[in-house]
Nanobody, 124 residues
Framework: QVQLVESGGGLVQPGGSLRLSCAAS????????MGWYRQAPGKERELVAVISSRGSTTYVDSVKGRFTISRDNAKNTVYLQMNSLKPEDTAVYYC??????????????????WGQGTQVTVSS
């Protein structure tokens, strides 16, 4: 099993930036794809971005051009650089990892476990 620890959230004004990190440990040999989800109060968990082992990326339309997902394979860590933040980006952000990117396109997501998440609040 893979353990995930997210960090980097906080309170930021509209237009500001944050960088989230997610460190994976445990059965990391099974990891090829990594990704970020978010869940706002009263809403379903939403896929935000995915990155494959080769660095191919996919984003939800609402964050394209503002968010960038990247990874450091040596550190088993995935990042989410969030720029031009909007109030509607407010949510708890979670990461996950899987053998392939296809796992991230299941709705609802079917991962066996999640990290604790990190709160992002965009407000003036």
């Amino acid at each position: 099993q893979v353990q995930l620890v997210e960090s980097g959230g906080g309170l930021v004004q509209p237009g500001g930036s944050l960088r989230l990190s997610c460190a994976a440990s445990g059965s990391i040999f099974s990891i090829n794809a990594m990704g970020w989800y978010r869940q706002a109060p009263g809403k379903e968990r939403e896929l935000v971005a995915v990155i494959s082992s080769r660095g191919s990326t996919t984003y939800v339309d609402s964050v394209k051009g503002r968010f960038t997902i990247s990874r450091d394979n040596a550190k088993n860590t995935v990042y989410l650089q969030m720029n031009s933040l909007k109030p509607e980006d407010t949510a708890v952000y979670y990461c996950n990892a899987a053998p392939g990117v296809s796992s991230f396109y299941l709705s609802p997501p079917r991962f066996g476990s999640w990290g604790q998440g990190t709160q992002v609040t965009v407000s003036s």
